[in-house]
């Protein structure tokens, strides 16, 4: 559910026009719904409810220090994998013991400063990585609270290129070699060794590969028990799906995988963490652009907007599907065709989609992006030097830019030409 709904003949975000926002800040922009981001929130925070846990909002997916903020006023914690990400999550008033540092390559530096800010655990992904930052944080004169990621060879059924649980996948370390791994964590005088994480890919739609994941690390947990180390978390990851069309089933709820979570690991009375991107944010935003021209092909109609592939990255990169909506409501019953639906970027990538059925559209009408809340506007780029899209946050009948365009002029100006030009 999300609150983006026509009313009055036109889209609304909540209480405020989509077209409005459009007059005052221009297009292409980014809109989320406070209402609808609280609420994923909470539908997760509530799916785990009779367990001690937490759940981390996966910044990665939409990184805005704003909608940081009123998650984080709610009670979520972040996960975040770059330093920049962490220094996001600290702007937005999240403190660092609600703040978990994921990711494969963390740097000396980025472990450095996130010790020194206070951090909830560091989800580690190797040896080398264990060692160095158990050196890192004996030179603070701290302990490092550590989760090792498992990477517990799971097909996750998902896009190749987002699915991270199977043995050929460069994340964490292979649950068969956990046992000695965990030995060697126990051995390094930096570490405090609290628990186990595991993440498997994104956008499943299918509960089992999650099943399968949980019951490896249940196990996994009562073998290294036994081995005298001290469980007491659990990170199990992101990547629940949502629905990026109307029309399609539905993919399972939060509740149904806290029931999965409470049936596999609920005995083990560990604290539980999830990790959740896409289904807080990716319903909660739309990206809204406005048609340039109509153009005739040969054999089909192209609809050219002003948004590009540097704005919203998904269907070029992944040939994700995007519903794509009216401002205006259509008139029941009213003429529709096939439009392939492009942005002006010089690349036949640049293509949203193919043979799109739509109403019949005009220059100068407004068009909007739906599920663009996650991996939209933290993709973007400024390829084609278009500068970055602005975002706008909407709370009931008032709206704020939470991120401006930049001009032209700002964005050039970081550029810099060396003395001898
Ligand atoms: N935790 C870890 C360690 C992750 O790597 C990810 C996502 C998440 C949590 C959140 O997963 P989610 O709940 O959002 O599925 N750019 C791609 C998605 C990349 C996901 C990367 N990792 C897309 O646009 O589909």
Known sequence: MDHFIYKNGELYAEDVRIAEIAEKVGTPFYVYSTATLERHFQVFDEALDGMEHLVCFAMKSLSNVAVL?????????????????????????????????????????????????????????????????????????????????????????????????????????????????YAHAATLKGLDVVGIDVHIGSQLTDLEPFRLAYRKVAELCETLRAEGHNIRRLDL????????????????????????????????????????????????????TEVIYVKSGEDRDFMIVDAAMNDLVRPSMYDAHHDIELVKEPQAGAEKQPYDIVGPIC???????????????????????????????????????????????????????IRKRPTYEEMIARDIIPEWL
């Open 237 to 288: 990851g992101g990547g629940l799906g949502i629905p990026y069309t109307r029309s399609n089933e539905v993919p399972p709820l939060p509740s149904d995988l806290g029931q999965v979570i409470r049936e596999e690991v609920g005995h083990l009375g560990c604290e539980v963490e999830i990790e959740p991107g896409r289904l807080i944010a990716g319903n909660a935003g739309l990206m809204v």
């Open 69 to 181: 903020k009123l998650l984080g006023n709610r009670g979520a914690g972040i996960d975040v994998v770059s330093i920049g990400e962490y220094l996001r999550a600290k702007a937005a008033g999240v403190p660092g013991n609600r703040i978990v540092f994921s990711g494969v390559g963390k740097t000396r530096e980025e472990m450095r400063i996130a010790l020194e800010g206070d951090i909830r655990q560091f989800n580690v992904e190797s040896e080398p990585e264990m060692e160095a930052l158990s050196e890192v944080a004996l030179s603070l004169g701290k302990i490092a609270p550590i989760a090792i990621r498992v990477n517990p060879d799971v097909d996750a059924k998902t896009h190749a290129k987002i699915a991270t649980g199977k043995k050929e996948n460069k994340f964490g370390i292979p649950i068969s070699r956990a046992k000695e791994v």
């Open 347 to 401: 690349e036949t990538g640049d293509t949203f989609a193919k043979a799109r059925e739509m109403n019949k559209v005009a220059a100068g009408d407004l068009v909007a992006f739906r599920s663009a809340g996650a991996y939209g506007a933290v993709m973007a780029s400024e390829y084609n030097s278009r500068p970055l899209i602005p975002e706008v946050l909407v709370n009931g009948d008032q709206f704020a830019v």
